[in-house]
């Protein structure tokens, strides 16, 4: 059964650094989304993405975010300078644009990206 | 604005016994409500929608709009079933808006 990848697993970095998380939706997908879980805290929503442009965001989202489908396989994020509340597990996921009766909306997870930010 | 609420951080139950995992929500529109479950070490994955009205693992919800609530169910609960439980909110393919979570603990 097709899943959701993410890579890596598990990212460290300096604060100020800037990072990359990708991500590689289910290959029949349309819809793409990054949401963030701060340790002890709820999964929250950060971004959406549609037919290559953002199509909803968080007041998360702040312009030192990013996202990109470069290749038309891959979805990253990106933090420009991270900051240490930027620390959290980075969930993407992905699901079909078009509802139907077995489908419906479902958004597949991917297993995450820790981010330690130091 | 979508909220979701579970009232419960944390709920233990012991093997064979009911589970009830509580669930309410406030939405503007129609919702569409889920039950995602995170086994350890695992990712996020769809438990239960209301829209299917079906039954996994021996799980069920209903969905209760005069109570606005969406409570998850079970009447023996098992060891495998200990988990991170969310219940999650959307409508067509806008953002899910999850609750903070409950732990399950089955005790054997």
């Known amino acids: 059964e097709p899943e959701v990848t993410q890579t890596p697993s598990h990212q460290v970095t300096q604060m100020g650094q800037e990072v990359i998380l990708r991500c590689v939706p289910i290959?029949?997908?349309?819809?793409f989304y990054w949401y963030r879980q701060i340790l002890g805290q709820k999964v929250e929503f950060l971004v959406s993405?549609?037919?290559?442009?953002?199509?909803?965001k968080s007041e998360i989202f702040d312009d030192q975010f990013s996202v990109e489908r470069p290749d038309g396989s891959n979805f990253t994020l990106k933090i420009r300078s991270t900051k240490l509340e930027d620390s959290a597990m980075y969930f993407c996921?992905?699901?079909?644009?078009?509802?139907?009766?077995?489908?419906?909306?479902?958004?597949?997870f991917g297993p995450g990206t820790r981010l330690t930010v130091l | 604005a979508q909220r979701v609420t579970q009232p419960e951080k944390l709920l233990s139950v012991f093997k064979g016994a009911p589970v009830e995992l509580k669930c309410n929500y406030s939405?503007?529109?129609?919702?569409?409500l889920f039950w995602y479950v995170q086994y350890s070490r695992q990712r996020l994955q769809l438990l239960l929608r209301?829209?299917s009205r079906e039954s996994i693992k021996g799980f069920t919800a209903d969905l209760n709009k005069g109570e606005t609530s969406f409570h998850l169910k079970k009447p023996f609960a098992q060891e495998e079933d200990s988990a991170m439980y969310y219940c999650?909110?959307?409508?067509?393919?806008?953002?899910?808006?999850f609750g903070k979570g409950t732990r399950l603990s089955v005790i054997a």
């Open positions: 993405f549609y037919n290559n442009e953002i199509s909803e």
């Open positions: 290959s029949n997908h349309l819809y």
């Open positions: 209301h829209i």
């Open positions: 939405y503007s529109g129609s919702p569409e």
């Open positions: 996921a992905s699901s079909h644009a078009v509802r139907d009766s077995r489908t419906y909306n479902e958004q597949f």
């Open positions: 999650a909110s959307n409508s067509g393919n806008t953002p899910l808006v």
